[in-house]
């Protein structure tokens, strides 16, 4: 546990912002705030806690909608006045009914969600799992899948529909993840070789 002393409390009267991260696809989910009390309280429970500031008191997110925020990590920034609570979140974050009070139209990481679902399906196997199906398969016939799906997006993107096109590249992304996993790899070491490559 962090010790809440050693967080700066007085540039606020009291109250540090907090921001609430996605922990599986990091989308930021809302703003909120804290006092010691509710940090502490977030952090004994492991929900997340705010200091409603319209309600003068304490608030656990969820304790009238049931969509609480289960708290997975806490960051605090440099300066000691800012909390990052990456958590997994029961249902949608905003009361409106959204996934996230920043109005975000869809997931925009789900593709790091998808990696962790398809880790899941290598830890947890289901018989009726697709990747379940393809992994038995070895790696000849996943890298073979990444071969076909390539070639039927590139006969896409040329000859047929938009959305065939989505659809065909959609299956070439899948797959690839599959591999990847297969070889032990992860998206992560993709974007670092990535990154790499852009700052030559």
């Given amino acids: 546990m962090i010790d809440s002393k050693s967080l700066d409390w007085t540039k606020t009267d009291g109250l540090i912002p907090v921001i609430i991260q996605d922990s599986q696809t990091l989308e930021v989910l809302m703003l909120g705030y804290m ?15 705010f200091y409603s500031r319209s309600k003068n008191r304490l608030w ?51 593709i790091l969600q998808l990696e962790n679902i398809i ?3 290598y830890e947890n196997p289901n018989a009726e799992s697709y990747v379940n199906t393809l992994r038995h398969k070895g790696i000849n016939k996943i890298a073979q899948k ?20 989505i659809n065909e590249a959609s299956d070439l992304v899948f797959h690839l993840m599959v591999l990847l996993k297969e070889k032990g790899k992860t998206l992560q070491d993709i974007a670092l070789n990535l990154e790499k490559r852009h700052q030559r």
């Avoid at 006092?35 to 806690?49: D, I, P, W």
């Fill in 60 to 110: 656990t997110k969820g304790e009238e909608s049931g969509n609480f925020l289960t708290v997975k990590s806490i960051h605090i920034d440099c300066d000691q006045d800012t909390i990052l609570v990456k958590a997994n979140p029961v249902g949608p974050t905003c009361h409106t009914g959204s996934r996230s009070c920043f109005s975000t139209t869809y997931n925009q990481n789900f």
């Fill in 119 to 121: 880790t899941d399906r």
């Fill in 146 to 165: 990444v071969g076909e799906e390539g070639v039927e997006t590139v006969i896409a993107a040329l000859a047929e529909s938009e959305e065939n096109f």
């Fill in 35 to 49: 006092n010691a009390e509710a940090f502490e309280k977030t952090q004994s429970e492991g929900k997340v806690t």
